[in-house]
């Protein structure tokens, strides 16, 4: 499994620049609120996904008054031997991803050379806000373990983005929107049994940690709808296309799949307490873990952000044992209770390693 021996950040949010070597078991940030601790794990999942978990602009990734960030890392791959990745962007948009100094041709082949899960805070949004975040969150599983699942989306999004056009214009040609649907069709399918055969995969996994979390006091499941439940993509299109006319766009298709997150019976936006939505949410991701590990045969980094806010004692506890299982590889963890940290991490390993931040700048400790 690839292990990131070193990482170098050069005005990433509000780190100038920092080098730094970590260990390849468990490495703990502590500092207070805004002192850098979740950009540093933003830093880190920016190198292996080409982008921010915060936020889909990199416009508000530069640190402030600066028109270029960086991120480089050593990794010790699989082999043993060591790999450099680097990501520079520009605030005109440019942005380079090279391996061992050599530039990718496209982005999304790096996608999954690295594989990254984060737990953060911002994850609440999987729960609270509309169906797109929870789209976006299986589109990124899905693409850093299937690269057709990558390129099918960026096609479908292209002919989207396309047939919303037309559907503008006075005038509309038919013929050539019926061309597109076909094309469309093709796209949807395969992304349509991509994402059932993911969610009948995540469904017991994430209902299984959750049972761990929580004692066995609640169970959760999750179910997908989608538009083409109904049929094929191209006779759904057909049949709503004068409501698309009039509305001016497309209202049908995968971009409008849904993924409905319960306890009980009950969506647990609605009954769930903080603490519950909070193991919900820990449980989904460690199940997008173990489900990455299955299909890369190795452990891909983990990033805990500010995980122990929350949870009770009892559920903390049983957080740390599943963290401590051999199933887990290198981990990053923050948290502002420096204190709290420590007497968690030192029953779990001696091969752990200590930061403090201030202002963007890390300490080892």
Not at 85 to 90: G, K
Not at 136 to 162: A, E, H, I, K, P
Not at 307 to 312: I, S
């Amino acid at each position: 499994m690839p292990v990131l021996k070193k990482i170098v950040v050069s005005d990433f949010r509000n780190i100038e620049f920092q080098e730094i070597f970590f260990t390849p078991n468990i490495n703990c940030i502590s500092g207070n609120n805004g002192e850098g601790k979740t950009n540093l794990l933003d830093a880190i999942h920016y190198l292996s996904m080409t982008r921010s978990s915060l936020t889909t602009s990199d416009r508000y990734n530069f640190r402030y008054g600066k028109n270029v960030f960086s991120v480089s890392g050593v990794y010790v791959m699989d082999n043993g031997t060591e790999s450099r990745f680097s990501v520079q962007v520009t605030a005109g948009g440019e942005k380079k991803v090279k391996c061992d100094g050599h530039q990718y041709e496209r982005i999304s082949e790096h996608i999954g050379v690295l594989p990254v899960v984060m737990v953060s805070p911002s994850d609440i949004s999987l729960v609270s806000e509309s169906g797109e975040e929870r789209r976006r969150f299986v589109n990124s599983v899905l693409s850093q373990t299937d690269r057709g699942y990558l390129s099918d989306m960026q096609q479908y999004n292209r002919l989207l983005q396309q047939r919303n056009r037309l559907l503008k214009e006075n005038g509309l040609d038919v013929s050539l929107i019926d061309v597109i649907d076909g094309r469309m069709s093709v796209f949807a399918d395969r992304i349509y049994k991509a994402r059932k055969v993911f969610a009948g995969r995540l469904a017991p996994v994430v209902a299984d940690f959750y049972k761990t979390l929580s004692g066995g006091t609640e169970t959760v499941s999750i179910a997908y709808r989608s538009d083409l439940d109904k049929g094929s993509l191209a006779d759904i299109l057909s049949f709503n296309l004068d409501k698309d006319r009039i509305l001016r766009y497309t209202t049908s298709g995968i971009q409008r799949d849904e993924f409905v997150f319960s306890m009980g019976d009950v969506p647990i936006r609605r009954c769930g307490s903080q603490g519950q939505q909070k193991s919900f949410l820990v449980s989904l991701k460690f199940a997008q873990y173990r489900i990455m590990k299955d299909i890369y045969s190795f452990s891909p980094i983990l990033l805990l952000d500010d995980v122990f806010d929350k949870l009770d004692m009892g559920r903390v506890s049983n957080l740390l044992a599943m963290v401590s299982g051999s199933e887990f590889g290198q981990i990053f963890i923050t948290d502002s209770n420096k204190v709290r940290m420590a007497s968690i991490v030192d029953r779990l390993t001696e091969d752990r390693a200590y930061f403090e931040t201030s202002s963007g700048v890390f300490t080892r400790i």
